[in-house]
Nanobody, 121 residues
């Protein structure tokens, strides 16, 4: 089993920045892909960004390209989402997810509890 804990959410003005953190514990050696998803009120959950270990590849949704960056910490169990130029439409609960495959567009095996990001206009 793997446990994921997100942190770093909060309230920020439009144009501001936040850094979300995802810390994993447990059998982290089994995890190859870590991703961020988000879900706004009344909307479906959507993919934001992913990082694939070993390959070193990153993937982004079109609506965050150039504004968000996903990165891994020096320790294997930390992944970050650096969010710049935030917009009110970025307001959502952000979830960290981890999968045991290299396929970032596939199913994820573990999910965190989410952290709220609110962008004020």
């Amino acid at each position: 089993q793997v446990q994921l804990v997100e942190s770093g959410g909060g309230l920020v003005q439009a144009g501001g920045s936040l850094r979300l953190s995802c810390t994993a514990s447990g059998r982290t050696y089994s995890i190859y892909t870590v991703a961020w998803f988000r879900q706004a009120p009344g909307k479906e959950r959507e993919f934001v960004a992913a990082s694939v270990r070993n390959i070193g590849s990153t993937y982004y949704a079109d609506f965050v390209k150039g504004r968000f960056t996903i990165s891994r910490g020096s320790a294997r169990n930390a992944v970050f989402l650096h969010m710049n130029s935030l917009k009110p439409e970025d307001t959502a609960v952000y979830y960290c997810a981890a999968g045991r495959s290299y396929n970032y567009s596939g199913e994820y095996d573990y999910w965190g509890q989410g952290t709220q990001v609110t962008v004020a206009s």
